[in-house]
């Protein structure tokens, strides 16, 4: 009997994979056991308790290989070059993209929400008052003193907004204006001088040296 393999006998208990496991009676007895020394070592155990040759069937076929284990989940994944396919083709190529740092847009755009450009502020202004266009395209200050608006700082051709004017609490502070703020007929406004007074000035930049400028005045509740 020693020289058989166990597959060669004939099956008594059969597993739940299909396969099965001779038991091994020993002649003369009533007892029955497994002899491990006859196993042939196609049926030795893994480590998840699944005969080895059956093991790898148990949950994932592509494990067998593991160069095509990756097609299990996501066949995409098995190359990296083509892995963004998955879930978005179109990062596959970036050169089209807007870069969310800045840059210009070539088509048409469509806003279908709020489209918000959150004012610069700054609480007190006196002197010359620079505005820096390139922080933003709406402003706001309060007067404290007499004061300068002057040319701002890196305007681009094209650019609009709006600046908000407002008088402190003592107002009668005047606003005068030097650079390219450009008025109607050439004439600049003569600002809203109550306590704590709203005026608004809408500009558009024709260029950095001409900015055309409309004032509105006397804000209120």
């Known amino acids: ?74 066949a995409a994944l098995v190359d990296a070059g083509t892995a963004l396919a998955s879930g978005n083709a179109a990062l596959t190529d970036l050169s089209g993209k807007y870069n969310i740092t800045g840059g210009p847009i070539t088509g048409p755009v469509t806003v279908q929400s709020q489209s918000v450009g959150e004012p610069v502020v700054t609480p007190l202004a006196s002197g010359v008052i620079t505005l820096d266009f390139s922080a933003g395209n709406n402003f706001e200050f309060t007067l404290v003193e007499t004061s300068v608006l002057g040319p701002p700082t890196l305007p681009s051709g094209g650019q609009c907004g709006a600046i908000t004017v407002r008088q402190d609490g003592t107002g009668s502070r005047l606003l005068t204006y030097s650079g390219g703020w450009q008025f109607a007929g050439g004439t600049a406004p003569t600002l809203t001088t109550a306590a704590s007074g709203v005026d608004i000035l809408t500009f558009y930049v024709t260029s950095p040296t001409e900015i055309q400028t409309i004032a509105t005045l006397n804000f209120s509740a």
């Open 1 to 74: 009997m020693a020289s058989q393999k166990i597959s060669q006998f004939d099956a008594i208990t059969t597993l739940a994979s299909g396969d099965y496991f001779p038991v091994i009676q020993a002649s003369g007895t009533t007892n029955k056991r497994v002899d491990v020394g006859v196993l042939d070592v196609r049926y030795a155990a893994s480590a998840s308790g699944d005969l080895a040759h059956e093991a790898l069937a148990s949950g994932n076929a592509a494990l067998v290989e593991a160069s095509t284990a990756l097609a299990s989940g996501n």
